[in-house]
Every structure is written in C-alpha cells, then in structure tokens.
C-alpha cells in the first residue's frame, strides 16, 4: 500500500514541474510520498484514521475542501491531506492552505513548502485554482487550534475569503469535518505577548504530545456555490454562500459525533 | 525599424544588438555606451555612438539630434549601475534621472513612438505577506531602509510607468535576474563564491533568466505595440539550494543574522560584489514573477535555460556528442 501510495503520488498526481522537479510554490512530490509513507503508522495506527466520502471531491478541476481545526500543531491537516492523497483516483495532491507566520518558521517553512503547503494570499490561492489544483482551507484560521477545549467543535471565525473565490473560479467546496483532532491535542494556555517568528501566540499544550484519539473524516457533498463567477462580486452573496458551507460543514460534525462511540474508540 | 540601444555595451545591450542585426526588418541600430572602444559586430546598419547619459546637453543632443536625424523610431533603455555597494548622487543619475531625461526628450519627439524600458524584478516587495507569484499589481518596495539599489530602480520604473497612456508607447519590461556575468545579477554574484552561505531553515523558490530569453523578450518587445508592465520571468524556477548545487558550489546553512556580517566582512576585505542585506528577504521567502501578461501581450515564453557551469568532464562528453551529432 505504502509503495502503491508513493508511485501515485510520484507519477500518477498532477504536477506542474517548472523543470527541477519543484513547482513553483516548492512542493517536491518526492519528498511528499516520502512524508506521506512515513506518516502511515500515524494515520493507520495511532489515530486509526476512518474516513467517509472521500469519493464527493472531484477527479479533476478546481476544488476547495473546507474543514474545521484545532490543535496545537496542524495535525488534523496533515492527517486531512494524507486521507485525500490515499483515497483519490487519480491521486490528487491537497494544496493546503497557510497563516502568514508559516513562512517565517525556519525549517517548517521549507518543509511544508516541499509538502505542497502555499501561503495563504488571495494570488498564490487565485493561481492554484487556475491551474485546476485542489486547495484545502481552514476558515477559522488561527482562532481554530486557539480555541478552549470547552468550545471544542464550534465553529470559531470563520473567514469569507474561500467562497468568494470558489464562486469566482467556479470551484466545488466540499465540506469535511474532523473528528478527533479537537480532544487529541487540546491547548492549556498561550502566551499571547510570545511571537516567536510572527506566530500570533505561543501554544502550551495540555500534553506533551497528541493523544491517540480516533479520527473520523466525514467528507460533505460537494457545494457549487453563486450563479456565476460575477457573484463573487456581491459581498452578501459571497457572506451567504460563505455561511452555507458553515452550516453543511456543522451538520456533518454533529452527525459524526452522534455516531461515534468515544473518543479514544 | 530603426533601433536606439542605450547600454549597448553591457551584457544585455550587446546581446540585443547582435541580435537585432540578425533580425529581417531593422534598417538601423542606433548602439549608445560610454566605452569607446566597445567589442561590437561589424556591420553597416550599426552605428556606434560613445555619449555619457547622465550630462542632460548630450543626452537632448543625442535624442533630437542624430536619432532624429536618423529617424530611430524605437528605443530600448536599460541603464542602471550594476555595484550594490556604490551609491551617492552620481549613480542616482545614472540610474533616475538618466531615464527621466530620456523619457521626457522622447514623449515629443518627430520619429520616435516607442520606448521599451528595462526594469527589474527585484523592485517588488517581497516578504512573508506577500505572494509567492508576483503578478505586475503585486507591491512595490518602498521600504525607506532599502539599499539606493533597489530604490533607485523602483523610481525610475515609477518614472517611466508615469508617462503610461501617453503618445509615447512604452513598455515596461520588469526583467527576472539576468543570470550573466555583469549583468547586475546578486544571484550570479553570490554563487561566484565557492562556499554560499544560505540561511538555515529557508530555501526559497528563485527564477533566473537567461540572456536569450531577455533577449527574446525584449525583441517581443519592439516588435509589438502592447503598451503596460509586463514581468518577464525565465525558464528556471528551482530552490535556493538547488542552484547552489547545480553551480557545484557548496551549500553552508548558517543562521540568518550571522550572514550579512559575515557577507559585509567579505566585502570589506576582498570586494566580493554580493550584498545579503539586500537579499535577506528573497533568501527567506519566495518571489517569483508572473509571465501571464507578457505571454498573452508580448507572445513572450521563457524558452532558454541558464547554462549553470558544469565540471570539465561534462563539458567535454556534451562536445564529444555534439561532433558524433554532425553528419558526415
């Protein structure tokens, strides 16, 4: 499986090589399969990764898949991107989708370049969807993993910016709820006066490292949200369609709640 | 055409007069340099002129004297002092008020409707907000504590970009590095060392372009009548690390604030060109110029990649296959 995941990746995924074996945003899809393969015990054995529906994310085109976060580090993120790398045919490399500060994290930063991690500014996003690239998009940004453990799975702020651009390049959203990720890792405080590389604070886990909850990825029916890209346009239509993937995206959480039978089971 | 080159004996310059020789069409070439004695072909369509830009007298002499004369129709100006370290009011003439002298002595001009200006990629700002693809909207640098470098090329681009939908056409061709001895590149500079400090944890995406491309583009250029900006990226976009290996230099992480002094104390002692202060952000982050409009307006594709420098073994099997390859 891990060898069959690493040639898909190498040799089956779309690729924009700008000749050196790099895209232009970095990602190294050599170093991708290598990370992915090393991330198998992870998603297979200690988070024991379920997931459903990953079928509703397009082959081809355009797309945006749109979750919740929390956590310390993004690892529901990472978990997220090796379940679409796993369970696309053809394979289909996440784009996924980062704050600001990432790029300033030494090391990180070059790591998740080469992972298909871009920084999340409205050109670099504009150019994957040209490009007919699936992204992965995290609304809440950091109010997601900054979160109490009291407010596990509500929806913090959530940011309009994807669904202008989804309306704008005609790209289905699919909504995907992450189950797990907000009990594996939760936050005991942050130092909200520590910006260390520009990170907005600096996280103090409740455990030293994540616990190993089960993971549960519920995948949503795809959303084509506005009529046409002038929609974009309308702030109140991109708010509305912005509101309807939270609202798809809250029922699918408490529908995975309901049917779990813990969180460490 | 007939064709003014200003900076013709600069890599670029020479390059673009070469190759407008060799293009059907152009009546003229109209070559300006301060040499006097530049390495140029031979040839009766070429006329040498040896002018110092930067005295306004000459410069007005040039342009509605013998260019007039002439009936050059079309000017590529390119002109910007190539050391990092040198600044003062002199290199800001050459590199301001040479441009702002030439623009305004062509906008009225009998025979002159065009002017192809060449700027630089390196006037974007580049930092962790910014885009990794940089479009020609993407932001200038403006940062009052930039080297007069950079400075100085942001206003002239802003000097030439003002007089945009005037009866002059210009086009403005905001250029990737040049990968080329002299021809201003801090990348070519800093991978001339045999050790290249890079700064740990960072390996940005870079894009160089080649001296045809340029070329190339610039010869777009004066063909069309597309007016604007326009970014004109090279065929090789590849991380940091990967240029320093593909150069066979060697590639030394060392933490970010130890590389401009120690990049200072290098210049100090041996005059090396390279200026890390003023790459410290394209050496964290990437910046890589977007090629849309100059494809879609110019017809402009990077094609040429930029010949790294190879071991003498590889050289010596290309040449061997090359001569396998002439037929007999």
Known sequence: MASTTFKRIVHEAPFFDEGYGFDVFGLHPRSLAASVAAARPIYESYFRVDSVGAGAIPREG?????????????????????????RTEPARIPRAIADHFVPRLPLVS????????????????????????????????????????????????WRVGFAELAIRYRAPVVPVAIIGAEESWPLLTKLRGTHVFGSPYLPIPASPIPLPTHYHLRYGMPHVLGRDANDANDPDLVASAALEVRRALERLIDDARRERRGVFR | MRVMVTGATAPLGTALVQA????????????????????LPSDPRLRYRTVDLTRRRALHALVWGE??????????HGIQHRRVHDQGAPIHAQNVEVTRELVLACTAHPTIRRLVYRSF??????????SSILDEEAPLDFDPRSTQWVRDRVEADLTVCAHLGGALSIAVLRCAEIFAPDAGSQLWDYLQSRICLRPLGFDPMVNVLSLDDAVAAFAAALRGSATGVFNIPGCDTLPLSRAI??????????????????YGLRHSTTGFEFRYDMNIQRFHFIGVLDGARARAALGYVPRTH?????????LLVEQLGAEQAIPR
Request: aromatic content about 6%.
């Open chain 1, 62 to 86: 355009p797309a945006i898949l749109v979750a919740n976060h929390a956590g310390v580090l993004p690892v529901d993120s990472a978990m997220l991107c090796v379940d679409v790398l796993r």
């Open chain 1, 110 to 157: 070059t790591l998740f370049a080469r992972l298909g991690v871009v920084n999340g500014t409205p050109a670099n996003v504009r150019c994957l969807l040209e490009r007919g690239e699936l992204i992965a998009i995290w609304p809440e940004g950091v109010t997601g993993p900054a979160k109490r453990f009291a407010d596990r799975y509500r929806i913090q702020c």
């Open chain 2, 20 to 39: 407008l020789l060799g293009t059907a069409g152009v009546e003229l070439v109209l070559a300006v340099g301060r040499e006097c004695d530049p390495t």
């Open chain 2, 67 to 76: 260019a007039r004369t002439l009936g050059v129709e079309v000017v590529v």
């Open chain 2, 121 to 130: 990629a390196e006037i974007y700002a580049v930092h962790h907000g910014t």
């Open chain 2, 245 to 262: 290996a593909e150069s066979r230099r060697a590639d030394v992480p060392v933490p970010g604030p130890l590389l401009a002094p120690l």
């Open chain 2, 306 to 314: 930029v010949a790294w420098p190879r071991p003498w073994w590889r």
